[in-house]
C-alpha cells in the first residue's frame, strides 16, 4: 500500500458556457474521475466540484501518489508439456521462464479446470500516479458529454465553448496536459487544497452557495414589496449561470402593459430578458427583479436601460394582442387549411378534425356526461387556432396558453379556454399535468395523434435523439393516464387513432399498433423507475390487457408482496408448468380431456382447477391482485408439488403426454395471462 | 462619455477594426437580410486563407417592420460586421476594447454573452456563440462559424455583428431609435422615418405577391444557369435576390408553413452550390499557380 497523497484540482476557465451545461459536466467529470482512479488502483479521499459560467472545477482530496502494488498470475504450458519423463524441465517450460522474464526457480505449479499448468506470479508495476494522470485526465476532459461542441482552432479540439486556459495540480505540482492548443494555467508554489480555498475566497463557485445567495437577495426583495415569496426555479437556475457574484435591483414598467395577458408578461420578462416577475396574491404587478454581476455600477442608469427594453418588447406584445383579437378568433379556422401539422400528416384542420374523433371516442369510453363530452369537443376545434396568431408566432412557448386567453376573450366559457390552455401540459417530467378532466383528454388525444402520426409514417425513435418529441408525448400520456386514473384501454384508442388517420399512414397498421404499444410499455417501465425484483416490470408488462393504470396499480402491489412466502409459491407454480410447456411444440397442446385421466391426483388437480377458476376470475374482475395471488398459491402449490413427484407428465404415450401438458398450460395461463407473468422472474427459491 | 454620432460610431468602429489588421470593404449593393450574406464574409470564411474585414451593411427584415411604431424594431437597419479568420485566441477581449473605443464603460454597466447558437438556414451556415447583452439590450451577435454553405469549416472564423442602432442608443441614452443622432445634429429619424413607415406598408400590404412569386422562380432559374456556366460571383447575386423576394412573400405571409421550408430548402442548395463552386475555383486556382 502506498499512504503518501497529495490532493488533486482539475481547473477549466472557459469562455461563457451555456446556462444549463456545467452542473451536469463536472458532476459527470467528478464520476469518471473517480472511476478512471479506481480503475488504475489509485486511492483517494473526499470530493468536491465546483462551477460557474466560465469555471469547471473538480477537487480530490488525498489521491495516492502511486498505484496500488498488484500480483497477477501467468499461465504457462501444462505440467506434462513443461517435464519430461524424468521430471527435468523441458525446453518449453525454460522458454516459457525467459519469455516472462523470471528464473526457472520461480515457475509454479497450480491444479485447473483443464488440468495441471506450470505458471509464475507477476507483481505489476505501480506506476507513479503522475504519469497516469497526464494520460487519463484529458482523455476524461474529452469524454465527458455536452449537448453540442464546436471547434475554434485549428487543433480539432471539441468543447462546448473555447477553452481559455487549463490547470492540473497534484499538491503543489503543475501537471502539463494536452488537450488541443489550450494554454495551460501556471500556478507556482500553492497545493491543490490551498488554491481551492483562494479561489472560493474569491467568488461564489459552489453553485448550489451561489444559487441561495441569489435566492436569499430576491426574497428580501419579494418581502420589501410585500409581494408572493415565489422565486421561478427554472429562471433562477439560469440565473445561476449567468452571473458569478449577485447583485440585485428592482424595476418597473408602465401600468398600461398590464392588460396584457399574465403569461405573456411573465415570458417577457423570464424568457428573454432574465428577470424575475413580481405577483401580489397571485396578481402581476408592475415590478420586475434583475440580477446583475457585482460591481461598483451605475445602478441607476443600468436600471433605466432594463425598463425601457422590456416596455419595448411589451410594447410589441401590445402590438400582437391587438392584431390577435381585431377578428374574432374562431376565424382563424379557415388559415388552419394552410398551416401543415406535418409534410405527410396533412394540414392543421385535419388534425382538429381527428382530435375531435378521437377525444369523442375517449369521452365515450370513460361513459363521460353530455357536457364534459361538448367542451372537449369545442375545445379540440379551437386547440389549434392560436397557432397562426402574431402572439405565438413571436412567442412560441405560448401556445395553447395564448389560445385559452384568446378563446374567453371572444366568449367561449372558461372550462372550454382552460381544456385549450392545458392541452401541452406537461412539458417535461417535472411539469404540471392539465388541471382539468376536459384539458386532460384534449392533452391524451393530441399526444396519441402525434405518436401514431410520426411513428406510422416511418419517423425512428430507436436513437436517444427525440426530434418530433414522441418520448416526451408518451411519457407525457402515461403519466396524465396514470395520475388522473383514467380508466382506458390505451391500446384501443391507438386502434382508433390509426384508423381516423385513413391512409395517409405509411407503415403496416397491425404492426404499428403493437410497435406503439411495446413503445408505450418501455416507457412505462423507465417510469416505474426501480422495483424488487426487477423482472416484476417485464412480468406485469407481458399481460395483454392493456390498462395503463392497472399497470401501475399491480406494480404497486406486487412490490409489496413480493417477499412474502405465498408470492414465491406462486411463482413457483409457473415456474415449473411453464418449464415443463418448454418442450412441447407449438399448437401441439389442446384441451383437457376428463376421460383420458388415469390418475387419482388428475382428478383432484382437475377439480382444484375448477373450484378455483371462477374465484380467480372474481379476484381478477375487482383487481385484487394480492388475493389472487394467495389463492392461486393455496390451491396448486402443494397438490402440484406432488403431482410432478408421482405423475409422470411426458409419458411414451402421446394422448396421455399432450393431456397432461394441456392441464399444465391450463392452470399456468389461468394466472399469468391476468394478473402476471411470473415465468419472467429469475428462478424462484421458496424458502 | 462623449455622445457620439451615429455616423462617428461607424468612423470609430472602422478605425478600431483597420488597426486590427480588417480590411474595410464597401456594403453589398443587393438586398440582404444580414453582413452575413456579403461575399465578403459568405465566400471568404470559405477554405484556408487568413482574411481580415469589417464592413458596415444595410439589412432588411421585412418581417421586422413596424410602421416606424416600435422603439427598437425596424425593416431595414444596419448592421456593423466583423469577420476575423482564423479567431484569435483574444478575439473576445478584443471586441471588448472596441466597445471601450466607444466610449462605453464596461464597468459602470452590465456586459453579458448569453447563449445563442446562430443559424442561417437558407445560407446553410452555422455557428456557436453568443447575444452579447449591454444592461439587457442585445448589441451584438458572437459567432464561431462552424458551417457555410452546407461546408464544415476547417479554419474557423469568428462573426461580430454590431446592431449599430443599438449600440448608438446606449451611447446616447436614447429609448427611440428614431431620435438618435445620425451626424451635426441631423436626426435618425429625419433620414429613415418615412422610409420605415412606407416599406411597412409595401412589406405587409402592398407588394405584390404574384409578381414576387414570379420573381422567386427568374432568379432561382437565373442562378441555376449562371451556376453552370461557373459564373459564381453574378449566380450568387441572383441567390440573395431569390432570398429576399421570398422574404417579402414571407411577410405578406404569401407561403404557408410547409411551403416555408420547402422555399427554405430551395435557397439554400443554390447558396451551397455557389459555396462549392467558389471552393472548387479557388483551389484549383491555388493548384494552377
Redesign the interface.
Known amino acids: 500500500m502506498n499512504t503518501a497523497t497529495k490532493d488533486f484540482l482539475l481547473e477549466i476557465n472557459v ?5 444549463l451545461y456545467p452542473r451536469p459536466w463536472v458532476e459527470t467529470l467528478q464520476k469518471e474521475l473517480i472511476k478512471e482512479l479506481e480503475a488504475q488502483r489509485i486511492g483517494y479521499g473526499g470530493t468536491y466540484s465546483a462551477c460557474n459560467k466560465n469555471l469547471l472545477i473538480c477537487y480530490i482530496k488525498g489521491v495516492s501518489l502511486h498505484q496500488d502494488e498488484i500480483s497477477r498470475e501467468v499461465l504457462g504450458p501444462p505440467k506434462h508439456v513443461a517435464f519430461d519423463k524424468e521430471g527435468n524441465l523441458t525446453k518449453q517450460a525454460c522458454g516459457f521462464a525467459k519469455t516472462q522474464g523470471v528464473k526457472i526457480e520461480d515457475l509454479k505449479i497450480k491444479k485447473t479446470a483443464k488440468g495441471e499448468y506450470i505458471y509464475v506470479e507477476k507483481k505489476e508495476k505501480a506506476r507513479p500516479t503522475k504519469d497516469i494522470l497526464r494520460d487519463v485526465v484529458p482523455e476524461i476532459i474529452k469524454n465527458v458529454h455536452f449537448p ?1 461542441t ?5 487543433s480539432g479540439f471539441r468543447f462546448a ?2 477553452v ?1 486556459s487549463l490547470l492540473l495540480l497534484l499538491g503543489k505540482d503543475n501537471l502539463r496536459i494536452k488537450a488541443g492548443n489550450v ?1 495551460q494555467k501556471k500556478v507556482s508554489g500553492v497545493t491543490a487544497s490551498v488554491y481551492l480555498k483562494k479561489i472560493q475566497k474569491a467568488s461564489l463557485i459552489d453553485p448550489d452557495e451561489r444559487k441561495d445567495a441569489i435566492k436569499k437577495l430576491i426574497l428580501g426583495k419579494l418581502g420589501f414589496l410585500k409581494a408572493d415569496p415565489q422565486v421561478d426555479e427554472a429562471l433562477l437556475e439560469e440565473v445561476n449561470f ?1 452571473v458569478n457574484s449577485p447583485q440585485i435591483f428592482v424595476g418597473q414598467f408602465d401600468k398600461r402593459f398590464l392588460r396584457l395577458p399574465k403569461d405573456v408578461l411573465i415570458a417577457s420578462m423570464s424568457k428573454y ?3 424575475f416577475p413580481v405577483l401580489q396574491k397571485g396578481h402581476i404587478t408592475n415590478n420586475f427583479i ?1 440580477i ?2 457585482k ?4 445602478m441607476a ?2 436600471r433605466k ?2 425598463e ?2 422590456l416596455e ?2 411589451l ?2 406584445s401590445l ?1 400582437f394582442f391587438d392584431e390577435d383579437t381585431k377578428k374574432p378568433f374562431k376565424e382563424n379556422a379557415e388559415q388552419l387549411k ?3 401539422f406535418q ?1 405527410k400528416l396533412g394540414n392543421m384542420s385535419e388534425k382538429i378534425e381527428r382530435l375531435k374523433g378521437l377525444s369523442r371516442f375517449i369521452c365515450e369510453k370513460l361513459a363521460l356526461d353530455e357536457g364534459l363530452k361538448s367542451n372537449i369537443q369545442r375545445a379540440a376545434e379551437l386547440s389549434k387556432l392560436d397557432l397562426i396568431t402574431l402572439m405565438v408566432g413571436e412567442f412560441p412557448s405560448l401556445q395553447g396558453v395564448m389560445g385559452g386567453e384568446y378563446a374567453l376573450k371572444s366568449g367561449e366559457s372558461k372550462e372550454v379556454s382552460q381544456a385549450i390552455k392545458e392541452h401541452y401540459l406537461p412539458q417535461g417530467m417535472d411539469d404540471k399535468l392539465p388541471g382539468s378532466l376536459e384539458g386532460s383528454i384534449l392533452a391524451i388525444s393530441d399526444r396519441i395523434d402525434n405518436v401514431v402520426g410520426f411513428l406510422g409514417t416511418g419517423v425512428d425513435i430507436s436513437g436517444s435523439f427525440d426530434p418530433f418529441g414522441i418520448r416526451r408525448n408518451t411519457q407525457g400520456l402515461i403519466q396524465i393516464i396514470e395520475k388522473k386514473a383514467l380508466r382506458l384501454r390505451i391500446d384501443e384508442v391507438i386502434q382508433k387513432s390509426i384508423e381516423l388517420y385513413n391512409d395517409k399512414l405509411t407503415v403496416d397498421r397491425g404492426q404499428l399498433k403493437d410497435k406503439i404499444v411495446d413503445y408505450i410499455k418501455e416507457r412505462i417501465e423507465y417510469l416505474i423507475g426501480d422495483v424488487r425484483p426487477i423482472e416484476l416490470k417485464a412480468a406485469i408488462l407481458e399481460i395483454k390487457y392493456f390498462d395503463i393504470v392497472d399497470i401501475f396499480n399491480r406494480i404497486k402491489i406486487f412490490s409489496s408482496i413480493s417477499d412474502k412466502k405465498f408470492f414465491s409459491e406462486a411463482a413457483k407454480i409457473v415456474e415449473r408448468t411453464n418449464n415443463i410447456l418448454k418442450a412441447a411444440r407449438k399448437g401441439e397442446i389442446g384441451k383437457v380431456d376428463k376421460n383420458l385421466f388415469e390418475e387419482t391426483l388428475e382428478h383432484e388437480l382437475w377439480k382444484a382447477y375448477l373450484n378455483m377458476r371462477p374465484k380467480m376470475q372474481d379476484l381478477v374482475n375487482n383487481e385484487k391482485y394480492e388475493e389472487a395471488t394467495r389463492e392461486y398459491a393455496k390451491a396448486f402449490y402443494k397438490i402440484l408439488h406432488d403431482f410432478f413427484d408421482h405423475v409422470m407428465v411426458n409419458t411414451e404415450k402421446a394422448s396421455l403426454r399432450l393431456n397432461r401438458l394441456a392441464m399444465m398450460d391450463t392452470i399456468n395461463r389461468l394466472y399469468t395471462e391476468r394478473v402476471a407473468d411470473l415465468a419472467k422472474l429469475p428462478q424462484i427459491i421458496v424458502k | 462619455m462623449k455622445r457620439l454620432s451615429f455616423v462617428e460610431v461607424v468612423e470609430r468602429l472602422n478605425k478600431f477594426w483597420a488597426k486590427q489588421g480588417c480590411t474595410t470593404v464597401m456594403p453589398l449593393d443587393t438586398e440582404v437580410g444580414a453582413g452575413t450574406f456579403h461575399p465578403a464574409t459568405f465566400f471568404k470564411s470559405l477554405g484556408n486563407e487568413k482574411w481580415r474585414t469589417a464592413y458596415i451593411q444595410p439589412s432588411r427584415r421585412p418581417t421586422d417592420g413596424r410602421y416606424a411604431d416600435n422603439p427598437l424594431r425596424m425593416q431595414y437597419y444596419y448592421q456593423y460586421q466583423v469577420l476575423v479568420k482564423p479567431s484569435p485566441r483574444e478575439i473576445k477581449n478584443i471586441y471588448l476594447d472596441s466597445l471601450k473605443s466607444l466610449g462605453i464603460d464596461l464597468d459602470l454597466h452590465e456586459i453579458r454573452f448569453v447563449e445563442d447558437d446562430w443559424e442561417s438556414p437558407t445560407l446553410g451556415a452555422q455557428g456557436l456563440g453568443w447575444e452579447v447583452w449591454l444592461d439587457s439590450l442585445e448589441i451584438t451577435q458572437f459567432t464561431y462559424f462552424q458551417q457555410i454553405g452546407g461546408i464544415e469549416l476547417d479554419m474557423v472564423s469568428c462573426e461580430i455583428t454590431y446592431g449599430i442602432e443599438r449600440l448608438c442608443m446606449f451611447i446616447q441614452n436614447k429609448n427611440n431609435v428614431f431620435d438618435l443622432e445620425w451626424q451635426n445634429g441631423l436626426k435618425y429619424g429625419d433620414l429613415h422615418k418615412r422610409h420605415e413607415i412606407e416599406h411597412s406598408k409595401y412589406n405587409f400590404d402592398e407588394s405584390n405577391i404574384d409578381m414576387h412569386l414570379k420573381m422567386f422562380e427568374f432568379f432561382e432559374k437565373e442562378a441555376s444557369a449562371l451556376l453552370s456556366k461557373k459564373l459564381v460571383y453574378p449566380a450568387y447575386s441572383f441567390v440573395l435576390k431569390a432570398s429576399h423576394a421570398f422574404n417579402l412573400l414571407d411577410a405578406r405571409g404569401a407561403i404557408g408553413q410547409s411551403e416555408r421550408a420547402r422555399y427554405i430548402a430551395r435557397i439554400r442548395s443554390l447558396a451551397k452550390r455557389c459555396a462549392e463552386l467558389y471552393l472548387s475555383a479557388a483551389q484549383g486556382a491555388a493548384t494552377t499557380s
Open positions: 469562455e461563457t458556457l451555456p446556462v453540442k464546436m471547434r475554434w482552432d485549428s465553448r473555447p481559455e494554454p449567468m430578458q432574465r428577470v434583475a446583475i454581476e460591481g461598483k455600477r451605475d442608469g443600468i436601460n432594463y425601457n427594453i419595448a418588447r410594447k410589441d402590438f394552410s398551416l401543415i409534410k
